[in-house]
């Protein structure tokens, strides 16, 4: 699915819309998604950080929009996770990912992602994500 197909899906889901995210690359071995900081996702009120499961959440809605090729017909159903966190995700800064597939099968897939805020070099969250596409 090309960027302006992946972004109608969004608009269409609740949680996506939630999460606030735009899908701003789209190619055939990834995808690039941006999130806004708002209050709704802070986890420490003391720091206003990012909460870990938003980061997550987040990550994972990346990972299964690179590999989505039809989002009425069969959605990608995860089937594992791993998530490692880096740093802090700081109050006030966009959050961006990038899912890179490292493999796409009939019915599986491997996705690797990063999540970084000012500088891809200085990732808060590295992860990877299986899907299953039956």
């Not at 609740?14 to 899908?23: C, H, I």
Request: one cysteine or more; hydrophobic letters at 40%.
């Amino acid at each position: 699915m090309n960027r302006t197909e992946l972004q109608a899906v969004c608009a269409r889901v609740p949680f996506f819309r939630f999460l606030g995210l735009s899908v701003t690359e789209a190619t055939e071995s990834g995808v690039v998604t941006s999130m806004p900081f708002v209050d709704r996702h802070v986890g420490n009120p003391v720091q206003g950080n990012y909460h870990g499961g938003i980061i997550a959440s987040f990550m994972e809605v990346t990972a299964s929009l690179s590999v989505l090729d039809d989002w009425e017909d069969q959605r990608p159903k995860p089937i594992n996770l791993t998530v490692d966190y880096l740093r802090p995700g700081r109050p006030g800064k966009t959050l961006h990912a990038r899912a890179t597939i490292s493999r796409k099968g009939r019915r599986m897939a491997s996705i690797e992602t990063v999540a970084w805020q000012e500088d891809e070099a200085k990732p808060v969250a590295k992860g990877l994500f299986h899907f299953l596409l039956v």
